[in-house]
């Protein structure tokens, strides 16, 4: 017996090997999934759907791996909610390669779209009696018999499955897994919104909209919450993440300060009182404490990017605590700052701008005199703006004669529009 499976097995190398033309479309099917694997494009995923066909139109006898790549096709399609496309795909898998080992689960992501996506319930019911009909051993038979359980067994169970793969191992959330999570807790609230699990699913689907800056949705799901499960364990939770919503991203301070109050006197032995008591605190402190967060968020990895929405949503704070608070003695340091967020991101028209405001609010600043040398280096190097780039280094060097960048101004000065080429041969003519 053992020989005669070493000669099966060598026959079907020496048969692989005299395919090189199928061999290197394997190998481009495998660079193409790892290219999608590790950053998928819309171009990358439309290659890798070109060669799996290819595959299956080529080499139909291959029951095998036919049916794993139209799977794999249905897989893409779904990502990118191309449902109809999915099912296209499942159903010429399971009629064309129904000997391939990935026909249950073919049968079972089937039922799923037809359940989840196309509300199509007898074709959903038909699937997954098919596995449990034919596969009732196999792995995805525990997904098709969920399918025949009550409605909301079968919600929480798929939920709690969800749940456990959204964060990868690096704690990044998988955004397909988290819009899904959302899609199946609002579902379940619907159906079932007397169940007590309805509030911690409201909860959690703020939490995640909330860490994807989507404040607005996430703050409409916690006034539900609020609202309608006033004495659920979410609730006191609920009442803390809107009011630092409504203060950090939507600009309802008073709101946040409102739901502190209501927060302290519904539970006042909270372990979490401190933390209400901060929206309490007047407006210019709170902001203070946000942006002193965000710069150690900003900063934390100085050789990394600049993450451009952080930084953008720390010049607006910046700005935020300058328009409440013009006489503070911190309000010219944090346009100041601003200017240089702003310029590290490129944005160099608005770095002009704060920098600008900076010199006309605040001449006495310590850093004013900064603040004028850069708007000229901005106009020179940035905009090219020449003569604009001159008047301002002038009116520096008539305003602060005894700077430290008096010697940096008069050399831009002296070398206004000259190229870079040439600027160093001047250097190297005053070596020799």
Known sequence: MKKIQFIFLTLSLFFIACNPAKNNLLDGIKELE???????????????LSKYNQFVNEYPDDMEMSGRYLYRSAGLSYRVSNFPKAVEYLERGVKDFSASKVTPDSYVLLGTIYEENLNDPT???AAFQHVVDNFPDHKSADRAHLFFKPEDVKLQTLI????????????KMNAQVSADLRR????????????????????????????????????????????KYPT????????????????????????????ATTFLKKFPNHKKTKEAQFYQKPQNERLSVRIKELEDKLYADKTARVDIAMANQLIGKYETFVQLDPKSKDAPGY????????????????????????????RGYEK????????????????????????????????????????????????????ADEIIKSFEKKDS
């Open 184 to 227: 199946k807790y609002a579902d379940y609230a619907n159906k079932f919104p007397e169940d007590k699990r309805t509030a911690s699913y409201l909860y959690k689907s703020a939490e995640m909209q909330n860490s994807m800056n989507s404040g607005l949705a996430a703050s409409k799901a916690l006034e539900t919450l609020i609202e």
């Open 123 to 125: 074709k959903a019911k």
């Open 368 to 419: 004013a005199p900064q603040a004028l040398f850069l708007q000229g280096f901005i106009y020179e190097n940035d905009l090219k703006k020449l003569d604009k780039a001159k008047e301002i280094y002038n009116t520096f060097l008539k305003k602060y004669p005894k700077h430290d960048l008096v010697d940096d101004v008069k050399f831009s000065l002296n070398n206004l529009g000259k190229p």
């Open 335 to 362: 346009l100041y700052k601003a200017g240089e967020v702003a310029r590290s991101t490129n944005n160099t028209r608005k770095a002009l701008s704060l920098w600008e405001r900076l010199y006309a609010e605040y």
């Open 34 to 48: 790892a290219e999608v694997a590790e950053q998928s494009t819309g171009q990358s995923v439309v290659n890798l």
């Open 232 to 259: 659920s364990e979410a609730s006191p939770d609920a009442h803390l993440l809107l009011a630092d919503i409504y203060d950090n991203q939507l600009g309802k301070g008073t709101e946040a300060q409102a739901l």
């Open 160 to 171: 709690g499955q969800q749940e456990e793969i959204l964060y990868s191992e690096d704690g």
